[in-house]
Nanobody, 119 residues
Framework: QVQLVQSGGGLVQAGGSLRLSCAASGRTFSDNPMGWFRQTPGKEREFVAAITWSGSSTYYADSVEGRFTISRDNAKNTMYLQMNSLKPEDTAVYYC????????????WGQGTQVTVSS
């Protein structure tokens, strides 16, 4: 069974930092693009960041550019999202995801983890 298991998240004050992890099991995703998304109640899930299979290229939403860093360790089959200078508007449930076919959407999703930033 293929799973993306998330860890990290929690409650932090504005200006603080958190690190999310996404560990894959059941198959390796070392050849697959992966990404992070977030969702708040009543809103659609939005793109946060993405990374190519090698980690050589990364992409960010304008709202997090310069504050968040996506990375991966293919030897550990794990992806990370380092979130710095957090703002209350970053409060959301964060999801990791993996693509099977690059450019064809995300096929596997993590369980979601709550990030709450207090002002």
């Amino acid at each position: 069974q293929v799973q993306l298991v998330q860890s990290g998240g929690g409650l932090v004050q504005a200006g603080g930092s958190l690190r999310l992890s996404c560990a894959a099991s059941g198959r390796t995703f070392s050849d697959n693009p992966m990404g992070w998304f977030r969702q708040t109640p009543g809103k659609e899930r939005e793109f946060v960041a993405a990374i190519t299979w090698s980690g050589s290229s990364t992409y960010y939403a304008d709202s997090v550019e310069g504050r968040f860093t996506i990375s991966r360790d293919n030897a550990k089959n794990t992806m990370y999202l380092q979130m710095n200078s957090l703002k209350p508007e970053d409060t959301a449930v964060y999801y990791c995801a993996a693509q099977v076919v690059p450019g064809m959407g995300y096929d596997y999703w993590g369980q979601g983890t709550q990030v709450t930033v207090s002002s």
